[in-house]
């Protein structure tokens, strides 16, 4: 079975500033997605960055990029000049892309990291 | 992107009634939904997968019989949380699945459930 682990529970970083979040995952699939989530105090849920695993260039939204190590199961986010609406609940997920009857696997979430920001 | 809707967005109930909770996918057809569970402080725990016009998919440890899904359209999926007792007050996610769309899954903005 696949797992994500989040190993940094909370996390902290100064406005302007640039903060890394990790996240490693197990898998034995070749073929899959990752993703990061952010879950703001609204409790929405909005994906943030998603990544396709045969690609090999690391995927960047704005200001946010991953760095994805594919050997070493690695898939961190790196948030560039934070600023004060990034902090919230940040989850990093797994999908197999293998065909369930039609529908691809679902979401697998890691624990999550709380990242704060400091004005 | 596409928009999936949750109503209501709080509930309160007595011990012992039941709840319904609705799902729309508001601009798309979702052919999959997902109905999550995340208590304070902790990842989203999925409850089910439904796909429209077939019965739930439970996942291990959840009650089929406590929290009855019905995917009944390609744009609504409804959680009735049934006898529901103060253990199942939690925050109720859900989520769908564009078949066109590439496999992106969307989320609602979920459901406080409080049961007293």
């Known amino acids: 079975a696949q797992t994500v682990t989040q190993s940094q529970p909370e996390m902290s970083v100064q406005e302007a500033e640039t903060v890394t979040l990790s996240c490693t995952y197990d898998?034995?699939?070749?073929?899959?997605?990752l993703f990061w989530y952010k879950q703001p105090p609204s409790r929405q849920m909005i994906l943030v960055i998603r990544q396709e695993a045969y690609k090999q260039q690391n995927a960047t939204e704005n200001r946010f990029s991953v760095n994805f190590q594919k050997a070493a199961k690695s898939f961190s986010l790196k948030i560039s000049d934070s600023q004060l609406g990034d902090a919230a609940m940040y989850f990093c997920a797994y999908r197999s892309a293998k065909n369930y009857g039609g529908s691809q696997g679902n979401l697998i979430f890691g624990k999550g990291t709380k990242l704060s920001v400091k004005p | 992107g596409a928009v999936v809707s949750q109503h209501p967005s709080r509930v309160i109930c007595k011990s012992g009634t039941s709840v319904k909770i609705e799902c729309r996918s508001l601009d798309f057809q979702a052919t999959t939904m997902f109905w999550y569970r995340q208590f304070p402080k902790q990842s989203l725990m999925l409850m089910a997968t439904?796909?429209?016009?077939?019965?739930?998919?439970?996942e291990q440890g959840v009650e089929k019989d406590k929290f009855l899904i019905n995917h009944a359209s390609l744009t609504l999926s409804t959680l009735t949380v049934t006898s529901a007792h103060p253990e199942d007050s939690s925050f109720y996610i859900c989520s769908a699945r564009n078949r066109r769309g590439g496999y992106e899954q969307y989320f609602g903005p979920g459901t406080r459930l409080t049961v007293t």
């Open positions: 439904s796909n429209e016009g077939s019965k739930a998919t439970y």
């Open positions: 898998t034995s699939e070749s073929d899959y997605y």
